[in-house]
T-cell receptor, first 114, second 113 residues
Framework: GESVGLHLPTLSVQEGDNSIINCAYSNSASDYFIWYKQESGKGPQFIIDIRSNMDKRQGQRVTVLLNKTVKHLSLQIAATQPGDSAVYFCADGPFGAGSYQLTFGKGTKLSVIP | DGGITQSPKYLFRKEGQNVTLSCEQNLNHDAMYWYRQDPGQGLRLIYYSQIVNDFQKGDIAEGYSVSREKKESFPLTVTSAQKNPTAFYLC????????????FGQGTRLTVV
């Protein structure tokens, strides 16, 4: 999602519940999408990626859904745990060996309530 | 993480001074990148390098300079021409472009005092 000023969108979920984090992108030509997790003061960690020829991809406890029609990406985290608390952001751009520029979203802060 | 190391973790600089941030990777990646992150903002690309001895400007290159003399190293110099240098700086590397194996470093927080 988009943020206003310095304030990130925040999502609070109870431990054990599922989390859904949304992201809108603007470039209809993008064919590669990534989700990153960033803990406070640390570098981003790769979570999952998806190509535009897919609309769903699953990893361990995470699922990414891509809706190219409305240019929307979502990250679903199953059975959210306290260690999932972090800022999550998406990125989009061209895919592959010739692609060196991604557009990064501003992020959503996920807080897990024990 | 992932064999890419940034140093130092925290850096303080007086106004008017140049400062160099280090980024080293042992992943044999051809591509390296520098991003700037400000509170509540997405990552913005400063410079990237596809291969040794080559680099291109990103979206916010003004006031920054880089070199790529070795495959493993991509240092970023924040010059006195950068008007608002206080930020969190992230280095990344990938085998080639995005979509090939890519990792970020742990970042350097630069504060101008």
């Amino acid at each position: 999602g988009e943020s206003v000023g310095l304030h990130l969108p925040t999502l609070s979920v109870q431990e054990g519940d599922n989390s859904i984090i949304n992201c809108a992108y603007s470039n209809s030509a993008s064919d590669y999408f990534i989700w990153y997790k960033q803990e406070s003061g640390k570098g981003p960690q790769f979570i999952i990626d998806i190509r535009s020829n897919m609309d769903k991809r699953q990893g361990q406890r995470v699922t990414v859904l891509l809706n190219k029609t409305v240019k929307h990406l979502s990250l679903q985290i199953a059975a959210t745990q306290p260690g999932d608390s972090a800022v999550y952001f998406c990125a989009d751009g061209p895919f592959g060996a010739g692609s060196y520029q991604l557009t990064f979203g501003k992020g959503t802060k996920l807080s897990v309530i024990p | 993480d992932g064999g890419i190391t940034q140093s130092p973790k925290y850096l303080f600089r007086k106004e008017g001074q140049n400062v160099t941030l280090s980024c080293e990777q042992n992943l044999n990646h051809d591509a390296m990148y520098w991003y700037r992150q400000d509170p509540g903002q997405g990552l913005r690309l400063i410079y990237y390098s596809q291969i040794v001895n080559d680099f291109q400007k990103g979206d916010i290159a003004e006031g920054y300079s880089v070199s790529r003399e070795k495959k493993e190293s991509f240092p970023l110099t924040v010059t006195s021409a950068q008007k608002n240098p206080t930020a969190f700086y992230l280095c990344a590397s990938s085998i080639r472009g995005w979509g090939t194996e890519a990792f970020f470093g742990q970042g350097t927080r630069l504060t101008v005092v």
